[in-house]
């Protein structure tokens, strides 16, 4: 396995723009005012900045995610939990045809080292690959400060049930956590709780669409309850979720609010197979064997049920398992 380099030389360094370049294996990325640079040694592929940044925060954050993060028609990353792909032309047709396809396996903290270094240099004052295109500066330009506190974001545990005693993560505006300007028109009123003398302290509700209301990142499924393998992950949705997820498991939607489009596609060549809107309180399934990318025109409300059963993806490759959870 390849071992990384950092430089400040390389073409984009080079013209004095401030950036570092980074090497792992045989790819060497990059940047410009405007684009990511990808070399590997079947050629050279580019993507906008702003989409580069918005997927490898998503790439890092996520620990590679379930399966397949696609930063776009050719560039992305395959997880093996433990060791990584990294590649470019793998799961499109023509590349494949062409066999301009390339592919190589890194330890994941490896990887993830060097793209975090990366996203750290190239992510500028101002620009925040998390937020909603419409609620961040700009990602463009020669090199100018950084966004270490919105890059390094730490997810908030809840120590006792979200708004007891005690708990620090119920959202307030008081915090600073304030109610999304598109989500005005979500009601913010409290469960009425009435509990059995003595336990006050230990009974508790609260409205969910309230706290969801208050979130500041969009297409960043956050685990909200977890039993066993079943994670139930709420997140808030704006524009175009930045990766093309390629599934190795089923994985269920839920729309709790406004509404989603979905592009599915093959998950190997990129094939169409289906657009699927989800209006509020649609329900979906989205098989083990495809890759999709959501459009929200309004923020919405959306629940991700992801099943952590490390045994899936080899079941699900094998042919053990359909794609698809049900047989109608
Ligand atoms: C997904 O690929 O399933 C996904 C990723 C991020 C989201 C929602 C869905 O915010
Ligand atoms: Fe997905």
Redesign the pocket.
Do not use: A, K, Q, S
């Given at each position: 396995m390849s071992t990384a380099t950092i430089s400040t030389t390389g073409a984009a360094a080079g013209r004095g723009l401030g950036y570092k370049t980074f090497s792992i294996g045989k790819f060497h990325f990059g940047r410009d005012e405007y684009f990511a640079h990808i070399t590997y040694p079947k050629g050279l592929h580019i993507i906008p900045i702003d989409n580069f940044l918005r997927s490898l925060m998503?790439d890092v954050a996520w620990g590679f995610f379930y399966g397949t993060v696609n930063f776009d028609h050719v560039f992305g990353t395959v997880n093996h939990y433990g060791t990584v792909d990294m590649f470019a032309g793998l799961l499109n047709e023509g590349y494949r045809a062409a066999k301009q396809d390339y592919v190589e396996t890194f330890n994941s903290k490896d990887l993830k080292k060097v793209f975090e270094d990366m996203l750290a240099d190239w992510t500028n004052e101002g620009f925040d690959p998390f937020a909603a295109p419409d609620e961040t500066g700009k990602a463009f330009g020669p090199k100018h400060g950084n966004n270490l506190k919105a890059i390094q974001r730490e997810r908030m545990v809840a120590k006792r049930m979200v708004g007891l005693p005690n708990d620090l993560t119920y959202r307030t505006d008081a915090a600073g956590q304030t109610i999304n300007r598109q989500f005005t028109d979500v009601p913010q009123d409290k469960p009425e709780v009435h509990a059995e003398p003595g336990f006050e302290n230990e009974v508790h509700a609260f409205n969910m669409f309230a706290y969801v209301s208050r979130s500041d990142v969009t297409?960043?499924?956050s685990v909200v309850s977890c039993v066993h393998d079943s994670q139930f992950c709420s997140?808030t949705?704006e524009q175009i979720?930045p990766?093309t997820?390629g599934n190795d498991r089923v994985?269920w939607?839920i729309q709790a609010s406004d509404e989603i489009i979905w592009d599915i596609e093959d998950g190997k060549t990129g094939r169409p197979r289906a657009k699927v809107t989800m209006k509020a309180g649609d329900v979906a399934a989205?098989p083990a064997d495809i890759r999709?990318r959501?459009y929200s025109p309004k923020r919405s409300m959306?629940i991700?049920w992801e099943n952590n059963d490390g045994t899936l993806p080899q079941r699900y490759a094998s042919g053990e398992l359909t794609p698809y959870p049900v047989e109608f």
């Open positions: 998503r297409w960043n499924p997140t949705e979720l990766i997820h994985e939607f989205m999709h959501g959306l991700v």
